[in-house]
């Protein structure tokens, strides 16, 4: 069983610019939520995927998209990055959308824009 | 409005001393909540959940809906549970029925030797 898996691990960005997160869900799950971590902070929930459907979305402005695959891998993209969007962004894969699935989370893409 | 608050940004402890890890919440309705740690270099997981009312690695928490706390307890702390603890809530987003977490602050539990 593999578990969740996210690339790239670290990158840095320019203010204004655009950025593709990539997260693979761990095998038999088919939904994808996606968090944002800033230094010191509790992860903050941004949007969830089910079965390729956004599935819930939290305060986070539409700059913040997403997609997921009919694989269940997903991509998180963020458009005229600010430096405020410097953050680790966690992906976390369940089984089904109820409550009571455990959430698995994968290491993170530390993001930096400058 | 659903939060989590962990009063304690950093807590230290000495070996074989009893742990407890501090949780409170908001939240209008039967919440669900969660232990997650996340050790040195290692991505975050789930330690225990109130509904499986279960010890995972020594540890337990009990739901006390009147004060509305999830305290994480250990009665003797070991030096490998030095780590950062997130205590997390489950509510719906704000479409449909996802199962979005609310996290706290974090707490980081350091146990000295």
């Known amino acids: 069983e593999t578990g969740v898996t996210q690339s790239p691990t670290h990158l840095i960005k320019t203010r204004g610019q655009q950025v593709t997160l990539r997260c693979s869900s761990q095998?038999?799950?088919?939904?994808v939520s996606w968090y944002q971590q800033a230094l010191g902070q509790g992860p903050q929930f941004i949007f969830q995927?089910?079965?390729?459907?956004?599935?819930g979305r939290g305060n986070f402005p539409p700059r913040f998209s997403g997609l997921q695959f009919p694989n269940y891998s997903s991509e998180l993209n963020v458009n005229a990055l600010e430096l405020d969007d410097s953050a680790l962004y966690l992906c976390?894969?369940?089984?089904?959308?109820?409550?009571?699935?455990?959430?698995?989370f994968g290491e993170g893409s530390w993001l930096t824009v400058v | 409005a659903q939060r989590v608050t962990q009063p304690e940004k950093l807590l230290s402890v000495f070996k074989g001393a009893p742990v407890e890890l501090k949780c409170n919440y908001s939240?209008?309705?039967?919440?669900?909540l969660f232990w997650y740690v996340q050790y040195s270099r290692q991505r975050l997981q789930l330690l225990l959940r109130?509904?499986s009312r279960e010890s995972i690695k020594g540890f337990t928490a009990d739901l006390n809906k009147g004060e509305t706390s999830f305290h994480l307890k250990k009665p003797f702390a070991q030096e490998e549970d030095s780590a950062m603890y997130y205590c997390?809530?489950?509510?719906?987003?704000?479409?449909?029925?996802?199962?979005?977490?609310?996290f706290g602050q974090g707490t980081r539990l350091t146990i000295n030797p």
């Open positions: 976390a894969s369940s089984n089904g959308r109820v409550s009571g699935n455990t959430i698995y």
């Open positions: 095998s038999g799950h088919n939904t």
């Open positions: 995927y089910y079965r390729e459907e956004e599935n």
């Open positions: 939240y209008s309705g039967s919440p669900e």
């Open positions: 109130h509904i």
């Open positions: 997390a809530l489950s509510g719906s987003g704000l479409r449909g029925r996802a199962q979005k977490l609310v």
